[in-house]
């Protein structure tokens, strides 16, 4: 069955400094991987996705992620964090169903950058 | 441009009262289309998906019930609510075949009481 987890509840990090919010996955076959981010009260907004290709992602407000399919893992980076980043981030994978393309939702990893 | 839309943004019902969430997407033709609940600001569970006018598959067994009888339209109700219905329903649509994301409206907030 396919799966993802997010290992961490919440990450803290510095305004300025490197941020990484983790997430391995497990499926049978070529995975499908997304990142989501979530503001307070807001829907989910996609910040980038892992079909095929380079292994290094680039996505929205300069976040990027890394594939690494040795360790099956996507974790989301970004050089720099800023305060304004500080939200709920969810890592997903594709089903595997073609036509319906659902998502399994990792259970979420709070982001609060500090001043 | 795509946009999706979804009202109310909230709403406080009481117990054994009815249900009717709305959700419709513009900009595209033949999307799937998803309901997801979100308890407690974290986990999302997706309670249906649709492929077509008139086609539900239901994730969960649960006191809601689905409908899409526009291409680009798509109800979530209940005809009696529970507390526990409490919380954040979110839609989200994708385009047809394999690896697309998903793109979420800005959610309902509903209050059971």
């Known amino acids: 069955a396919q799966s993802v987890a997010q290992p961490e509840d919440q990450v803290n990090v510095a305004e300025g400094n490197p941020l990484t919010v983790k997430c391995t996955y497990s499926?049978?076959?070529?995975?499908?991987l997304f990142w989501y981010v979530q503001y307070p009260n807001r829907g989910l907004q996609f910040l980038l996705k892992?079909?095929?290709?380079?292994?290094l992602v680039k996505g929205s407000y300069g976040f990027e992620a890394e594939f690494n399919k040795s360790q099956t893992s996507f974790h989301l980076k970004k050089p720099s964090a800023l305060v304004s980043d500080s939200a709920l981030y969810f890592c997903?994978?594709?089903?595997?169903?073609?036509?319906?393309?659902?998502?399994?939702f990792g259970t979420g990893t709070r982001l609060q950058v500090f001043p | 441009s795509q946009t999706i839309h979804q009202w109310p943004a909230t709403l406080v019902q009481p117990v054994g009262s009815p249900l009717s969430l709305e959700c419709t997407v513009e900009g595209t033709s033949n999307p799937n289309l998803y309901w997801y609940r979100q308890a407690a600001g974290r986990g999302l569970q997706l309670l249906f998906y649709?492929?077509?006018?008139?086609?539900i598959s239901s994730e969960v067994p649960q006191n809601l019930s689905a409908s899409r009888p526009q291409d680009r339209q798509f109800i979530l109700s209940s005809k009696k609510l529970l507390l526990s219905d409490s919380g954040f329903y979110l839609c989200?649509?994708?385009?047809?075949?394999?690896?697309?994301?998903?793109?979420f409206g800005p959610g309902t907030r509903l209050t059971v009481l």
């Open positions: 892992y079909i095929t290709g380079d292994n």
């Open positions: 649709s492929v077509g006018i008139g086609q």
């Open positions: 997903a994978v594709r089903d595997g169903t073609y036509n319906t393309d659902k998502l399994i």
């Open positions: 499926v049978s076959g070529n995975p499908y």
């Open positions: 989200a649509w994708s385009l047809r075949g394999g690896g697309t994301e998903q793109f």
